[in-house]
């Protein structure tokens, strides 16, 4: 077997091992939500526009023809949607939840609609879309800045997940390379910023470390 092939497969094994792992992280969150009956300290816009993002690159994956885009996001897709009706079913307030849903899929069936009826050119579709799905994920790292922000205000981190920090430096490396081997920059641009604020989020935890967790222990040594 080439060098090359190896490389690539585990890259590619490592893009899908990573990111499914930070998907994950939000099981604890369903826990909580079954266990209290209630989505008290749940967040819920980060579960229906990661699923949007997740929908985004399966349909870039699957115009592109690359297995490890189609596998993560579908996977991805599948667990946020658990999150978001597990999010439901406990929310007292499902108005709002649902209108804010139904105003992301609108704007993503809109996409849909734009990509596939008005550009019938497989070549310029892939751009656009892969334009569009980028921009969308560096929104989506650059949004908890103002989360950032606040640790510093509050010289606490309380509010960060450390295991969710470690996921996405991980992921977002991977798949920067992952991008940088196919030479697709739709693919490594958007997932530097992930690099970026999961450094960040780092320091904040060597900066203003949670005295009674002892799993940070090691950004001391």
């Not at 749940?42 to 994956?61: C, E, K, R």
């Amino acid at each position: 077997m080439e060098t090359g092939s190896v490389a690539d497969s585990l890259l590619s094994g490592a893009c899908v091992f990573f990111t499914l792992g930070m998907f994950s992280t939000g099981l604890s969150d369903l826990r909580h939500m079954q266990m209290t009956r209630s989505v008290d300290s749940v967040q819920f816009l980060p579960f229906l526009t990661t699923d949007v993002n997740n929908l985004g690159w399966l349909s870039y994956g699957v115009l592109k023809g690359d297995g490890t885009l189609i596998i993560v996001n579908t996977v991805g897709a599948v667990l946020q949607t658990l999150y978001i009706a597990a999010y439901l079913r406990y929310c007292p307030q499902k108005r709002m939840v649902l209108l804010q849903t139904a105003t992301l899929l609108g704007v993503l069936f809109l996409g849909y609609g734009y990509f596939g009826v008005l550009m019938p050119n497989d070549e310029a579709r892939l751009q656009q879309l892969g334009l569009f799905c980028s921009v969308f994920t560096i929104s989506m790292y650059l949004s908890p800045l103002a989360d950032l922000a606040k640790v510093i205000q509050t010289k606490s981190t309380h509010r960060l997940s450390f295991s969710l920090t470690i996921a996405t430096l991980l992921s977002s490396a991977s798949w920067s390379l992952y991008g940088f081997r196919l030479s697709d920059p739709y693919i490594t641009v958007p997932n530097l910023p992930g690099i970026l604020t999961s450094f960040i989020r780092l320091w904040l935890f060597w900066k203003y470390p949670p005295e009674q967790d002892k799993n940070y222990w090691l950004l001391h040594t």
